[in-house]
């Protein structure tokens, strides 16, 4: 003030925003795994984050389905980050490598790619509660295969439900000396032009492969057990209209001129997005037995499988499932019934009794005789982890989920202090954005470890009754909707619904927007108090005697109340 040098005064202790270091694992680097990675890194400075993935690239469901057809359900311009968009998609209903390549480009551009660890295959967890520590035990794959050992704060699965794919339990199936594939495992060097194939299966994986056999394979043999509905678009109000202008079965191509006007027209490509997520989310209600939505939905499913079905007498009789649509997760299929009408595919509604070296044998006796053997059998949907995870007083994730996977709001678990999960029990949609949800858990997650570095917790567990009563929620929620009809789903275990959200996608979002941390109990380091986190008085701006008054260029402006808004008020 007077021109003189005046001491810097540096005040004792810790500054109230001086956030405690924190070490994060994210287990899986797909979809879910570079998006947290992505918001911790922008949202906890404080963190140090390990990405650890069992192949040898990025991607997860998108780097390992592989198989002929595979695509996204919903379109593209929906299935995408909400902070990444992409104007360029070249179809309404992207390829597999198209979103791989998608993914890739986002987690370059993050540089998210540069810190995976690839070939690292997590074999254990164990939750230290002195320490406050999880010891996660790994597996890599190279040259040979080495050990080794991570030591974080925090651990996050981020693996998905659909990773651990199985074959189906079928007499001999190992002996057939033909070509044996499963669609979670594809060989894409196989040359299927020529061959007698029979693909096993009538979930999403079969209803996209089916047309890519039928167009060069003499003959394709379709076997199901219950049937399945192959649904309008979702979105279909939307989706029709855009779809009555292609020629292509069930899918519409890009134009050049409208990936610009996407690219270059940030309004326009805004308004677009937005009304495409508003009638995907509009199809909610068609869930609910008896609804309007639901009644015309049925019909309209049925209107289309039958006209499309009608040149091969019987042929929509014997796929028509006994459940309500929406029981089992509706798939659009483009080009799965043209094909199932075709003359070299024939659909087969008999229980396989066993495989012998080169056929199928039915239980009715027939015989069939094959090249090639497809399974599209799906996944173990247990959500049991592949891998001990051990949390307080030596208790085993999987001794807990022994007969019902459960996670409070879908990410956290009683005794597994710092343990979150994405992409776990009951986090999935049964129709609109799966990406809506997938983000609102990361910032979920994202928020409660701020809100542990910032009060220097050393742990957060949630409590047992708060997930006695989301439980009681799932239970109360789902009698009343079409999931509980008697179908085969990856949505259910033991008759329980284990795979969905208990509400609307806009639902969750709203749900997950404000933690109730009232549900969680913590834990300090020895000797800390729990206001220590305030620290000395000071901010780390006061410290470094920088810009004061930085609260001036984020100031939260009320708008000016509403006429109607005053009219409420007394």
């Known amino acids: 003030m007077n021109g003189h040098s005046v001491p810097t005064f540096v005040p004792p202790g810790r500054a109230v925003d001086e956030a405690r270091p924190i070490r994060i694992v994210i287990i899986g680097a797909g979809v879910s795994g570079i998006g947290l990675y992505i918001r911790l890194l922008q949202h906890v400075p404080s963190a140090q984050v390990t990405i650890v993935e069992k192949n040898p690239g990025l991607g997860g469901t998108w780097w390992e389905n592989r198989y002929p057809g595979v695509a996204c359900d919903i379109p593209s311009h929906v299935y995408q980050y909400s902070f990444e968009p992409n104007p360029h998609w070249s179809k309404l209903f992207s390829t597999g490598g198209e979103i791989l390549e998608y993914v890739k480009r986002v987690a370059s551009k993050y540089k998210v790619d540069k810190k995976i660890k690839y070939c690292t295959k997590v074999v254990g967890a164990k939750w230290d509660d002195a320490q406050g520590l999880w010891t996660i035990q790994t597996e890599h794959s190279g040259d040979t295969v080495t050990q080794g050992e991570l030591t974080a704060e925090v651990l996050i699965s981020a693996t998905g439900a659909l990773n651990n794919w199985k074959w189906p339990e079928i007499e001999g199936l190992r002996d057939f000396q033909g070509k044996l594939v499963h669609s979670a495992n594809w060989d894409d060097t196989w040359d299927y032009t020529g ?19 039928q167009q060069k394979c003499p003959k394709v043999l379709n076997f199901i057990r219950g049937g399945t509905w192959i649904s309008q678009p979702f979105g279909s109000t939307l989706i029709q209209d855009v779809l009555s202008k292609s020629s292509e079965p069930g899918n519409y191509s890009y134009s050049e001129e409208e990936k610009a006007r996407f690219a270059n027209d940030h309004g326009y490509y805004q308004k677009f997005r937005q009304e495409m997520e508003s009638f995907i989310n509009r199809d909610f209600p068609c869930l609910f037995p008896g609804s309007g939505e639901e009644i015309e939905g049925t019909r309209k499913i049925r209107e289309v499988m039958t006209s499309k079905l009608k040149s091969v007498p019987g ?46 044998i039915t239980k009715d006796g027939n015989e069939y005789k094959v090249d090639a053997i497809a399974c599209a059998t799906g996944f173990d949907c ?30 956290s678990v009683p005794g597994f202090p710092n343990y979150f999960v994405v992409g776990g029990p009951n986090a999935a949609m049964g129709g609109g954005s799966l990406l809506l949800i997938v983000e609102s858990i990361i910032q979920y997650i994202v928020q409660a470890i701020q809100k542990m570095s910032r009060e220097h917790i050393k742990s957060m567990e949630v409590k047992e009754a708060a997930l006695t009563s989301w439980v009681r929620k799932l239970d109360r929620y789902f009698p009343d909707t079409v999931h509980m009809d008697s179908c085969t789903s990856w949505y259910k275990t033991n008759g329980q619904i284990t795979g969905l959200w208990p509400g609307s996608s806009l639902h969750a979002k709203v749900s997950l927007e404000h933690p109730r941390w009232e549900d969680f109990s913590y834990e300090f380091p020895e000797g800390f108090d729990e206001l220590e986190w305030m620290g000395n008085g000071w901010t780390q701006a006061d410290v470094k005697r920088g810009d004061l008054g930085y609260y001036i260029l984020n100031v939260d402006i009320p708008p000016v109340p509403s006429d109607e808004a005053m009219a409420r008020q007394p």
């Not at 006994?322 to 003359?343: N, Q, S």
């Not at 070299?344 to 056929?359: G, H, M, P, Q, W």
Request: charged share 25%; proline share 7%.
């Open 195 to 213: 061959k007698n194939v029979a693909l096993i299966g009538c979930g999403s994986s079969a209803i996209q492969i089916l047309p890519h056999l």
């Open 315 to 360: 042929l929509y009789e014997t796929l028509e499932p006994k459940f309500t649509p929406g029981c089992r997760r509706l798939t659009p299929g483009p080009g799965y019934l043209e094909a199932l009408a075709k003359e070299n595919v024939e659909l087969i509604k008999k229980d396989i009794a066993r495989v012998t070296k080169d056929s199928l």
């Open 382 to 411: 247990s959500y049991m982890p592949r891998f001990p995870i051990t949390g307080k007083d030596n208790q085993s994730i999987q001794s807990r989920w022994h007969d019902r996977a459960t996670a409070y709001m879908s990410h």
